[in-house]
């Protein structure tokens, strides 16, 4: 095996590859190989950790040459852990994390394995953002791939309606650009159809000016959760573009502004997020402040730091669901309280309905991103430690789903779910989008070499 293993090495070598090649004989092989989520435990033959757009070319024609399984690295932060595979090759783009920034015409340009971090600390200088993920640690390609939910989305869009061209390194080696006018349908599909058509090795990305943000986190014992939530809702229902946030069950932190009582025991969050600065915020956010929270924290800071401020910890078991709802009446507000108390705690846990709408909800049809009409987004995001948990968070996560059917839109945003069907993976496409998808998958990936993912298959 180890033989076998050194004229691969030697092989992709010889192709030109100049990063770093890493298998189960190096003492780096289990931390290449570890993922955000612990629950996934796979072991391929060979990591390809590539150093530019060259190394990523030869990788791919190395791994269809001897017929491997391939997965895509960017970020690891997908819970279905479709970055790496048993006994094939992983084509690892985290040295490849470059942001360049033109100021002046409020452009980035992003290399495919850089995280939100990089992108966003990269901006911050100049004033300047575009809409990110939740944390600083998510991957900008799988995340813009699949749609790109997050807190800025009611304002700016989703990353996705902010991407203006795209490298991309096709099935068969070539490099191809995607932009509205140069290949219009593969650029089409980069917008939610995810890591199908190739591997996405550079974006660019419009910029819009933000140079601060205000945050306001808001605790308040479980039991005030229905009442909050429906004053919650009916604030978000008619909040300016400029908000945006969440409304969680969580284990409460041991913060300052976290009364004794609460840390370390199940807790509700207001989380509201304002595009502007803390005296504005608190003109707009003043319903919800007044809700007289027992925990409150409200600060102005700089966008770059308010997406690590709630980072999640890497290590744990994960498993995540999601459903998309066209209304939160009452009657769904008190089934998903109900189910708070079924989470694991203490542990990093959350029972999360984001608020969409706005710029994102406006933006129409035009991708293939069904989900974008949703009024309100319930995610299930379980974190824990033992093994002995899997099943009863597996099960919190399905009960709640199945709680919200009645309200249901049937979209899914794919990033937010794992391995749930092919009836889901249509779902996060959309049933008249899907058809257009095969037939650009037909034309750039015909093989299905690129399968690690939630896969649309060629004709």
């Known amino acids: ?58 990788a791919v024609r190395f791994g269809r040459e001897v017929g491997f399984e391939i997965s895509v690295r960017g970020g690891g932060h997908g819970v279905a852990g479709k970055a790496l595979n ?29 995280t939100m971090s990089h992108l966003d600390r990269a901006t911050q200088p100049h004033g300047l953002a575009t809409t990110g993920g939740r944390v600083s640690t998510t991957g900008v390609g799988g995340f813009t791939l699949g749609g790109g939910s997050g807190w800025l989305d009611r304002k700016f869009g989703l990353a996705c309606d902010n991407l203006v061209s795209a490298e991309v390194v096709c099935a068969d080696g070539s490099v191809l650009r995607a932009s509205e006018t140069e290949n219009p349908d593969l650029f089409w599909a980069l917008h939610g159809g995810g890591g199908n058509f190739g591997v996405a090795t550079s974006f660019t990305f419009r910029l819009h000016p933000l140079s601060v943000v205000t945050a306001a986190l808001l605790f308040w014992p479980p039991a005030a959760g229905p009442d909050i939530l429906r004053h919650y809702r009916d604030f978000m229902d008619a909040a ?31 989380v509201l997020i304002y ?26 800071m700089p966008y770059a730091d308010l997406q690590c401020l709630i980072d999640d910890p890497p290590g744990y078991r994960n498993y995540w669901s999601a459903e998309h709802l066209g209304q939160l009446p009452d009657a769904a507000i008190d089934l998903f309280c109900a189910r708070a108390g079924d989470m694991i705690v203490p542990s990093p846990s959350q029972h999360v309905l984001f608020p969409q709408g706005g710029a994102a909800g406006r933006n129409g049809d035009r991708y293939p991103v069904p989900w974008r009409r949703a009024a309100w987004t319930v995610h299930p995001f379980g974190l824990w430690s033992a093994p002995e948990d899997d099943e009863r968070g597996k099960r919190w996560t399905r009960d709640i789903r199945a709680d919200l059917q009645p309200w249901a839109m049937g979209a899914v ?44 298959r060629p004709e």
Not at 249 to 269: I, M, R
Not at 414 to 421: K, V
Request: aromatic residues 6%; proline residues 4%; hydrophobic residues 40%.
């Open 86 to 114: 048993d006994g094939g090759l992983v084509i690892d783009l985290r040295h490849m994390n470059q942001v360049v920034v033109d100021a002046e015409k409020r452009l980035a340009i992003v290399s495919g394995g850089a």
């Open 240 to 270: 300016p573009d400029e908000v945006s946030g969440g409304f969680l069950y969580v284990t409460a932190p041991n913060e300052e502004f976290v009364p004794q009582h609460l840390v370390g025991k199940l807790s509700c969050l207001a």
């Open 413 to 456: 945003y794919l990033n937010f779910i794992g391995d749930e069907g092919e009836d889901r993976v249509l779902a996060g496409f959309g049933r008249e989008n899907y058809a257009r998808l095969v037939a650009v998958k037909s034309r750039y990936d015909p093989d299905n070499v690129f399968r690690s993912n939630h896969n649309i």
């Open 1 to 58: 095996m180890e033989v076998q293993t050194d004229n691969l090495v030697q092989q992709l070598r010889r192709s030109g590859f100049k990063g770093q090649i890493i298998h189960a004989g190096n003492a780096s092989y289990d931390e290449a190989r570890a993922i955000f989520n612990a629950m996934i435990d796979r072991r391929p033959a060979v990591i390809a950790q590539c150093l530019d757009v060259e190394d990523v070319t030869s």
């Open 275 to 300: 595009a502007g600065p803390e005296d504005e915020a608190r003109r707009v956010l003043a319903p919800v402040l007044a809700l007289k929270p027992a925990g409150t924290m409200v600060a102005e």
